[in-house]
């Protein structure tokens, strides 16, 4: 079975563009996870999505969006791109919203801003 | 504010040496501990979850263990092929859907 595919792979922007990333899930999975990662730490928490609603959100700016299609995939969008954007973003899936379930991440999207 | 935390941050080891991470926690309520491997430029690869303390789980050279505040996992007899960052992260009660990763403990095996 197919794991978590991430499109594109690699994305330069400059600074005040705005940029899409997409996501489509494990088959069967229905809640996916957006997080950020900067070189050299830990993932950070974005977004959660179960059911095509947004069910959790972390410590980002509102320049910072996401939803999830009736399908299960989703999109990231961030506008207004700033330096401190550059990342590995990462979508994580799992099978339903409920406590202690395993995300299983997906390759990434490696955002590049100038 | 809860609060995942590494050690240590990197760890050189010679291939068959075994040795230790550590993964302390303060959490309002730990509904998971979970454990994953990532090597550069990719995703994170899922390795275990730990629920309760006194659980243990292994796989290959790899064996985690968890106590109230804190994780281990334990790498045995490692080959240069177990290089990688390892990232431990909490999953709690006050925050369904996110996991709170601490900044990883990276691990190179030299032949």
């Known amino acids: 079975d197919a794991g978590v595919t991430q499109s594109p792979t690699h994305l330069i922007k400059t600074r005040g563009q705005h940029v899409t990333l997409r996501c489509s899930p494990i088959?069967?999975?229905?809640?996916v996870s957006w997080y950020q990662q900067v070189l050299g730490q830990g993932p950070q928490f974005i977004f959660q999505?179960?059911?095509?609603?947004?069910?959790g959100r972390g410590n980002f700016p509102d320049r910072f969006s996401a939803r999830q299609f009736p399908n299960y995939s989703s999109e990231l969008n961030v506008n207004a791109l700033l330096l401190g954007d550059s990342a590995l973003y990462l979508c994580?899936?799992?099978f339903g919203r409920g406590g202690a379930e395993t995300q299983y991440f997906g390759p990434g999207t490696r955002l590049l801003v100038l | 504010e809860d609060q995942v935390t590494q050690s240590p941050e990197a760890l050189r080891l010679q291939e068959g040496e075994s040795s230790s991470l550590n993964c302390s926690y303060t959490v309002s309520g730990l509904r998971g501990l979970f454990w994953y491997r990532q090597d550069p430029g990719k995703g994170p690869e899922f390795l275990f979850t730990?629920?309760?303390a006194g659980e243990e789980k292994e796989k290959e050279r790899l064996k985690a263990t968890l106590t109230k505040k804190e994780s281990f996992l334990h790498i045995t007899a490692p080959k240069p092929e177990d290089s990688a960052t390892y990232l431990c992260a909490a999953d709690t009660t006050d925050s369904w859907g996110k996991l709170q990763f601490g900044a990883g403990t990276q691990v190179v095996v030299t032949p």
């Open positions: 999505y179960y059911e095509k609603e947004e069910r």
């Open positions: 088959s069967g999975h229905k809640s």
């Open positions: 994580a899936s799992s």
């Open positions: 730990l629920y309760s």
